[in-house]
């Protein structure tokens, strides 16, 4: 494995390298669309949602950003992602190399950017007057399980876009409806039991409630609420790898 | 010792309906029984062992075998049935010119390609003007690498290749590249790696380079292996026959008749 990493770590960094440079070629801001355009679709939802909500919810404007902070960092990585091997095909059928690289060159480029946003977002709680505890510490949690989560969707989008391409139009379907029942801009306290407990099948929206809990609520969730994470988090990485290695050798004929 | 070993290499290829046909009519043709995955044998039986410093030659016709019997030695592909071993490092130059990004820059290219052929970052540190030099591209790093013409950019794919140092090479249609000048120098730059104690593998179009450069001659045709040794003049002459009188040879003394046509018809 050491020695692996040792020999594949210059090709790796290049492919993050280039993912960087391609994503913001010919855009003159550049990089700074990284914090931007997070910014902007929090600013035009607090807009469209601030007086629908907003009265009913607690530091409204902090509740949406922590929606949309692992919202977009979820949809950015399984979106782009799922170009991982198509996109690498001339690649990996000139060379040997582990095909997840690819998918992984383009989570780091994806989770650089969900720390930028981060950073942003701990700016805007100092705005909003949350307070900043110790028990933040705890966002670790949800932080490397959602990057492995995203890995594991990654590895799956990847695979089947191989096999049919329509699945970026049911994945983009999938994303849009996805939004509007992760509870981004509402809240589900109203709602009854069974509905409320419908959302806890949804691994996006724990990572959300995750973060709500600890930045608004300044709360700990419960051990199994955990572990339903780590569940989530293990059956799509599991799946994932389990495609990959199955079908390693079969992409080859499908690009 | 023997640097690569092939024991009853056979590898089943796919082709058919199932590329770009998309997910409605991969379940309509489901569902009508109309869906078809044609399946081949790419190679069937392949057997040899190449001893260290042999360079082979890899002769046949288009679909005898090549390419996928040498993207199985490579360890892109898996042989269906059968078994390749290798013994050292391998760099295999498949296809060359194709690959690169055609938004990066020539430099940027340049990196990237030389980290997909296993090199180290200070290795393409040192050697980066090297192969813009040789490449004769300097004034060019900078350039996206779309805007290069076809004949700059197999040069600059060779020029990064030819910094290999395996111990086997593969060699994909890769000898001498671009136009005039640049084909010498390539096809000199080639011939010193090879002449350097490396096993090589070779495939080419040129029966002439085959029988220049090579000691050791693999034939194949239609996926079968109809001679592998160490006669390449015989062979040689022997599938320059077969391509006028595209007869099969069945056996060793099919091919001694074709050596004797092939002299007779040229005056020997």
């Not at chain 1, 876009?161 to 994945?171: G, H, K, N």
């Not at chain 1, 999938?174 to 009854?192: E, G, H, M, N, R």
């Not at chain 1, 509905?195 to 990572?207: Q, T, W």
Request: some cysteine; glycine content about 8%; hydrophobic content about 50%.
């Amino acid at each position: 494995m050491r020695e692996k990493i040792e020999r594949y770590r210059f090709l790796f960094e290049e492919l993050v390298k280039r993912d960087f440079q391609k994503k913001y070629k010919g855009t003159i801001l550049g990089a700074a669309w990284s914090v931007l355009s997070p910014l902007l679709s929090l600013f035009v939802m607090r807009l469209v949602f601030g007086s629908l909500f907003g009265r009913n919810i607690d530091h409204f404007t902090t509740y949406l950003f922590c929606g949309n902070l692992v919202f977009a960092f979820f949809n950015e990585s399984t979106s782009q992602g799922m170009y991982a091997l198509v996109s690498n095909a001339a690649i990996f059928t000139k060379v040997n190399v582990p095909k997840y690289l690819f998918l992984l060159a383009k989570n780091v480029q994806t989770l650089i950017n969900f720390g930028i946003t981060l950073v942003v977002f701990f700016v805007f709680c100092l705005f909003d007057h949350i307070a900043f505890t110790p028990k933040f510490v705890f966002l670790l949690y949800p932080i490397v399980l959602l990057m492995l989560f995203n890995i594991g969707v990654g590895m799956i989008l990847s695979a089947f876009y191989v096999f049919f391409r329509d699945v970026q139009y049911l994945w983009s379907v999938f994303v849009q409806l996805l939004t509007y029942l992760s509870a981004i801009f509402y809240s589900i306290d109203t709602f009854p039991l069974a509905a409320r407990n419908a959302f806890l099948l949804n691994p996006v929206y724990l990572f959300i409630r995750y973060f709500r809990k600890i930045v608004i609520e300044g709360a700990i969730p419960s051990v199994g609420f955990h572990a339903l994470m780590a569940v989530d988090t293990l059956l799509a990485l599991g799946i994932g790898m389990y495609i990959y290695k199955k079908y390693n050798h079969e992409f080859l004929y499908y690009v | 010792m023997n640097a690569i070993e092939l024991e009853n290499v056979s590898i089943r290829y796919k082709i058919g309906d199932f590329k770009n046909i998309g997910l409605k009519e991969y379940v309509l043709r489901k569902i009508r029984r109309d869906y078809h995955v044609v399946e081949f044998w790419a190679d069937k039986d392949i057997t040899f062992s190449l001893k260290k410093g042999a360079m082979l030659g890899i002769i046949g016709t288009n679909g005898a075998g090549k390419s996928t019997l040498l993207k199985a030695i490579a360890g892109i592909m898996v042989p269906t049935t059968g078994s390749v071993q290798v013994n050292g490092r391998i760099a295999a130059l498949l296809e060359l010119a194709s690959g690169f990004d055609g938004d990066l820059t020539v430099r940027e290219n340049a990196y990237l390609r030389g980290a997909m052929l296993g090199y180290t970052r200070r290795f393409m540190d040192e050697k980066i003007e090297e192969i813009i030099d040789f490449a004769e591209l300097n004034g060019y790093e900078e350039r996206a690498f779309k805007q290069l013409s076809s004949g700059m950019k197999s040069r600059l794919a060779f020029s990064i290749a030819s910094l290999v140092n395996p111990d086997i090479l593969i060699l994909d249609e890769v000898l001498s590249v671009g136009d005039g000048a640049f084909r010498k120098k390539s096809g000199d730059k080639m011939k010193e790696i090879l002449s350097s104690g490396v096993t090589g593998i070779l495939v080419s179009h040129s029966i002439a380079q085959v029988r220049e450069m090579c000691d050791t001659i693999l034939w194949l045709d239609k996926g079968r292996q109809i001679y592998f040794g160490t006669d390449v003049e015989l062979v040689a002459n022997a599938y320059q026959e077969f391509m006028l009188s595209k007869k099969v040879p069945q056996g060793f003394e099919d091919i001694h008749t074709l050596n004797e046509q092939f002299l007779k018809r040229n005056g020997d």
